[in-house]
């Protein structure tokens, strides 16, 4: 089952990849923007930590890498059993995600983009289910992500909120069997960015 979420993600990127390539229209002035702030993911503290790149690779074309994590801790065990969602908690994770700029006019002042992204990753979860000799208390698993995210750059520095949906197949020990997984993961963040000059439209 997990071959199903690595298969058709590299697929994509290479998809996206070979678009970048061909494009009829030239593509705009290099462009590279770090960034790095604060993660809610599922963990004993819903903040964590996320830092990462965005590097355009076309006019309305850009590709996003990065991690984010949630601070140590034990987590809380649970009973709840409804779904394999009940008990299992997303920890970490690193992607690669290409995305899709809505193309639009920039102001003078200021830089704004939004981008829609997909993509393949890893994340790294935890079983919360009542402890056994059995029990998987951390996995590392291959994803896929789907997500979207805006950012606002004045002078070099600037803003970015994104939110993205980790999908994934979990190992739940009580089923002995593989779960279909996912789980939503916030940010807020300052970026800094790099190799622009002149008004991009």
């Known amino acids: 089952m997990r071959a199903l979420f690595a298969t058709p993600l590299l697929s994509l990127c290479s998809l996206f990849f070979s678009g970048a390539a061909v494009a009829a229209r030239p593509a705009a002035e290099p ?7 604060l993660s809610l993911v599922q ?36 009973s709840d059993r409804t779904t394999s969602r009940d008990h299992f908690r997303l920890r970490h994770g690193l992607y690669t995600m290409p995305g899709l700029r809505i193309p ?17 990753g890893v994340v790294w979860t935890e079983d919360t289910w009542e402890r056994t000799p059995n029990n998987v208390a951390g996995q590392m698993d291959p994803a896929a992500f789907a997500g979207v995210d805006g950012v606002i750059v004045k002078n070099a520095v600037g803003l970015r909120v994104g939110a993205r949906t980790a999908f994934t197949s979990v190992y739940d020990s009580q ?27």
Request: no cysteine; net charge positive.
């Open 43 to 78: 963990a004993p503290l819903p903040v964590g930590f996320s830092i990462g790149f965005d590097s355009r690779v076309g006019r309305n074309l850009a590709l996003d890498a990065g991690v984010f994590g949630s601070m140590p801790g034990e987590l809380e065990t649970t």
């Open 104 to 120: 639009h006019p920039q102001p003078r002042s200021f830089r704004w983009d939004v981008y829609v992204r997909g993509g393949p």
């Open 175 to 201: 089923l002995q069997s593989d779960q279909f997984f996912w789980a939503p993961q916030y940010n807020l963040e300052l970026v800094y960015q790099f190799g622009v000059k002149g008004k991009v439209n």
């Open 31 to 37: 462009q590279v923007r770090l960034h790095a702030g």
